[in-house]
């Protein structure tokens, strides 16, 4: 088990979320702060347990890892992938620095996208239900779209 899962966390009073974008939660943002405390090699181990436990059983969703910290883990992957950053999603300091000196996983990008579905496919998924805000859920599945594109043509 990851050393940054559910089942690992303290305090906390659930979720909060300050805008549409796929990081833009407090669950998706713990999750980067705690990969950018880790040693380099530690970050990578990190996100590629989680993503590998993800994409080998669903069910770990919410009961091991919530979906915020499996977009965050997938929006590495990508970030890494890609030398662009002008993507929305990458906006951020401690992303950017939670990403820097991961080198590019072409082999994980097959699980990070199985992972990717498991929390952001259809509209009844974890990421994508229940925004009551019709623009805000599609700009999230803009987001979500933009990743899956990185990941697909790296």
Do not use: C
């Not at 999230?140 to 899956?148: C, L, S």
């Amino acid at each position: 088990m990851s050393p940054v899962s559910v089942a690992n966390r303290t305090g906390g009073n659930g979720m909060g979320t300050w805008g549409f974008g796929v990081l833009e939660s407090d669950s998706a943002q713990d999750f980067i702060d705690q990969v950018r405390a880790l040693p380099i090699e530690g970050r990578l181990t990190t996100v590629t347990d989680l993503l590998r436990e993800v994409a080998a059983d669903a069910s770990v969703i919410n009961r091991e890892f919530l979906p915020e910290e499996v977009i965050a883990a997938v929006a590495i992957v990508a970030a890494v992938a890609t030398e662009s950053r002008d993507y929305a999603w990458m906006d951020g300091e401690n992303f950017l620095d939670a990403i820097r000196g991961i080198q590019p996983q072409g082999q994980l990008h097959d699980v990070a996208l199985v992972a990717l579905r498991e929390v952001a496919e259809g509209d009844n998924s974890f990421l994508l239900a229940g925004w009551k805000n019709d623009s805000d859920r599609t700009a999230m599945a803009r987001q979500v779209d933009e990743i899956k594109a990185v990941l697909a043509s790296a």
